[in-house]
């Protein structure tokens, strides 16, 4: 396997067809392009999805664990329903010291009950084999009335897409923040590209959205970046996409670290960023709730029939990413600034 999320074709290959028994409660099962799944329990939906605890130490504690903690109740945010409850399963290194763990779960507990969520249960161990920064796993749970929830199944012909804050949030947050001191890029965009870090996280910008207006389908950018997060949105509802290049947001910072680690912006990893489609009555609402919550946003295309080309900018193909120049661009950093 590849290093990274699993793509379609393996999805496709080795997932799809093997999912246990079927169920009547599955609302939504595994589903490529989807980042949760949906069961019925009585009257009420159950959103849960699972993702790593990605610790990056390099960050610092602080950062590192807001940053693993809001990766953890993204996906589930993107149905539309608050995040209500977290079991996390800690794996960590044996050298591993109480202080360290101290102040990661200080950070958990401070920002789920900013959510409203419980952290309900989990499992804390330090294994030999283990090692920063994926240090475990996590399953976060968002409850609520199904007449609310939004599935990243529902884009139709029709629909309006709109992206909040564009490409490449997350990387130029991390690399900001690691290298931002030491890039010959002008004193502004350095300061720009330190403060994209306080983007990374998708819930605002999700729950803010389902509840202005009419939102048929979100997805978040995060491995492949916004490329990807439109071929797997069109993927999972079965459409098109089609998408205008100038209409997209790009936010300060953004162009000046990716230009100098030589990174395409539109296919590194971008946690905070959301593409969302969204009725036409109801554009105007969610840009305006969005613009409140001081989201940057625009409506960049519109959702078509699904045809030979799932995705095309400006009315060409736009190509699916295959790897995520995130992690090249990092180890570069600590090559070139820190001599690692």
């Given at each position: 396997?590849?290093?990274?999320k699993a793509?379609r074709r393996f999805?496709?290959?080795?997932?799809?067809?093997r999912?246990g028994a079927e169920?009547?409660?599955?609302?939504l099962g595994?589903?490529y392009?989807?980042?949760?799944?949906v069961?019925?329990v009585g009257d009420?939906?159950v959103?849960?999805?699972?993702?790593p605890v990605?610790?990056l130490?390099?960050l610092g504690?602080?950062?590192?664990a807001?940053?693993?903690?809001?990766?953890?109740?993204s996906d589930?945010a993107?149905?539309?329903?608050?995040?209500?409850?977290l079991?996390?399963d800690?794996?960590?290194?044996?050298d591993?010291s109480?202080?360290?763990?101290?102040?990661i779960w200080?950070?958990?507990?401070?920002?789920a009950?900013?959510?409203g969520?419980?952290?309900?249960?989990g499992?804390?161990?330090?294994?030999?084999?283990?090692?920063?920064?994926?240090?475990?796993?996590?399953?976060a749970?968002s409850?609520?009335?199904?007449?609310?929830?939004?599935?990243?199944t529902?884009?139709r012909?029709?629909?309006r897409?709109?992206?909040?804050?564009?490409?490449?949030?997350?990387?130029t947050g991390v690399?900001g923040?690691?290298?931002?001191?030491d890039?010959?890029?002008d004193?502004d965009?350095?300061?720009?590209?330190?403060?994209?870090f306080?983007?990374?996280s998708?819930?605002?910008?999700a729950l803010?959205a389902?509840?202005?207006g009419?939102?048929?389908?979100?997805?978040d950018?995060?491995e492949r970046?916004?490329a990807?997060?439109?071929h797997?949105?069109a993927?999972a509802?079965?459409?098109s996409?089609?998408v205008e290049?100038?209409?997209?947001?790009v936010?300060?910072?953004?162009?000046?670290?990716?230009?100098?680690?030589?990174?395409d912006?539109?296919?590194?990893?971008?946690?905070?960023t959301?593409?969302?489609t969204?009725?036409?009555d109801?554009?105007?609402?969610?840009?305006a709730?969005?613009?409140?919550e001081g989201?940057?946003?625009?409506?960049?295309?519109e959702?078509?029939?699904?045809?030979n080309?799932?995705?095309t900018?400006?009315?060409?193909?736009?190509a699916?990413?295959e790897s995520?120049?995130?992690?090249?661009?990092?180890e570069?950093?600590r090559?070139r600034f820190?001599g690692?």
């Amino acid at each position: 396997m590849d290093s990274g999320k699993a793509s379609r074709r393996f999805f496709e290959e080795h997932v799809a067809g093997r999912t246990g028994a079927e169920r009547e409660d599955v609302r939504l099962g595994p589903t490529y392009g989807a980042d949760f799944g949906v069961v019925d329990v009585g009257d009420r939906v159950v959103a849960m999805a699972t993702d790593p605890v990605f610790v990056l130490r390099d960050l610092g504690i602080e950062r590192a664990a807001w940053f693993a903690f809001h990766i953890c109740v993204s996906d589930v945010a993107l149905s539309g329903l608050p995040p209500a409850h977290l079991a996390v399963d800690f794996n960590l290194p044996p050298d591993t010291s109480t202080e360290t763990f101290d102040a990661i779960w200080d950070v958990f507990d401070r920002e789920a009950e900013k959510l409203g969520a419980s952290l309900t249960t989990g499992h804390t161990g330090t294994y030999e084999g283990c090692s920063f920064p994926t240090v475990g796993g996590a399953t976060a749970l968002s409850i609520g009335d199904p007449d609310d929830l939004v599935v990243p199944t529902g884009a139709r012909p029709g629909d309006r897409v709109v992206v909040t804050k564009g490409p490449a949030i997350e990387s130029t947050g991390v690399l900001g923040v690691l290298f931002g001191d030491d890039l010959p890029i002008d004193a502004d965009a350095a300061a720009a590209a330190r403060e994209r870090f306080e983007d990374v996280s998708p819930v605002r910008d999700a729950l803010t959205a389902a509840a202005a207006g009419e939102v048929t389908a979100m997805h978040d950018a995060t491995e492949r970046g916004l490329a990807n997060a439109f071929h797997e949105l069109a993927a999972a509802s079965g459409v098109s996409l089609a998408v205008e290049r100038e209409r997209v947001p790009v936010i300060p910072g953004v162009r000046e670290v990716c230009d100098y680690f030589g990174i395409d912006p539109w296919t590194t990893s971008s946690e905070g960023t959301v593409v969302a489609t969204v009725a036409p009555d109801s554009v105007d609402a969610v840009l305006a709730a969005l613009e409140s919550e001081g989201i940057p946003a625009a409506e960049v295309g519109e959702v078509g029939a699904a045809d030979n080309e799932r995705v095309t900018v400006d009315g060409a193909p736009l190509a699916e990413p295959e790897s995520d120049p995130l992690w090249g661009a990092y180890e570069t950093g600590r090559e070139r600034f820190w001599g690692e």
